[in-house]
């Protein structure tokens, strides 16, 4: 059996909240020319009722020594953010600040996409929610031949709000 390497922590979210965490990684040296700085992969977690709360068990497989973590509390009509980091086996929220940009997505138009470049080894700086079921939207990857990059874009269904962010150079 293949050992995994990893970490794990919970939180309890009260009723009609949902928490999500994103972690954030640092782009190689070598990939910086042509991909962002950071990039940003949702953990895995796993859910537990608890009376009216739910507990989640957050997985993060081969952590660094200190993990910066986006936190994303989605209630009904907002998103409360958060920064964290996981240092050992203890969540602490930040006290510094990670230049994080976040925004609502809307169209009317039938059709309407949002547009996004990965990194070549398929990872990117951006991340679209649903913020009623909290779900990533999941993008078209494809690779545009007349900018030679992999880029993504996302169908955004008409009269529907999103909720996006992406992290920035520091």
Same mark, same amino acid.
């Given at each position: 059996?293949d050992n995994i390497q990893g970490k794990y922590f919970s939180i309890t979210d009260p009723q009609n909240v949902s928490t999500v965490i994103y972690r =954030?990684?640092?782009? +190689?040296?070598? *990939? *910086?020319?042509?991909?962002?700085? !950071?990039?940003?992969? @949702? *953990? /895995?977690?796993?859910?537990?009722? @608890? ?6 068990? #957050?997985?993060?497989?081969? $952590? ?14 907002? /998103?409360? /953010?958060?920064?964290?980091? *996981? ?5 602490? &929220?930040?006290? @510094?600040? /990670? $230049?994080?940009?976040? +925004?609502t997505l809307y169209s009317e138009d039938e059709g309407a996409y949002k547009e ?5 080894? =398929?990872? @990117?700086? =951006?991340?679209?929610? +649903? ?5 990533? =939207?999941? $993008?078209?990857? !494809? ?13 955004? &269904?008409?009269?529907?709000?999103? #909720?996006?962010?992406? &992290?920035?150079?520091?």
């Amino acid at each position: 059996m293949d050992n995994i390497q990893g970490k794990y922590f919970s939180i309890t979210d009260p009723q009609n909240v949902s928490t999500v965490i994103y972690r =954030i990684n640092k782009t +190689d040296e070598e *990939l *910086l020319k042509q991909a962002p700085k !950071y990039t940003v992969e @949702r *953990l /895995v977690y796993s859910e537990e009722i @608890r009376g009216n709360n739910t507990r989640k068990t #957050f997985f993060i497989d081969e $952590p660094d020594r200190e993990e910066e973590l986006v936190i994303l509390s989605f209630a009904k009509e907002r /998103v409360v /953010v958060n920064m964290g980091l *996981l240092e050992g086996n203890k969540i602490r &929220i930040s006290k @510094r600040p /990670v $230049p994080i940009k976040f +925004d609502t997505l809307y169209s009317e138009d039938e059709g309407a996409y949002k547009e996004f470049k990965y990194t070549p080894n =398929i990872k @990117r700086s =951006i991340a679209i929610i +649903d913020p009623e079921t909290t779900e990533e =939207i999941k $993008p078209i990857v !494809y690779f545009d031949k007349d900018t030679n990059e992999i880029k993504g874009k996302c169908k955004l &269904i008409p009269n529907k709000s999103y #909720f996006s962010f992406e &992290i920035r150079d520091k």
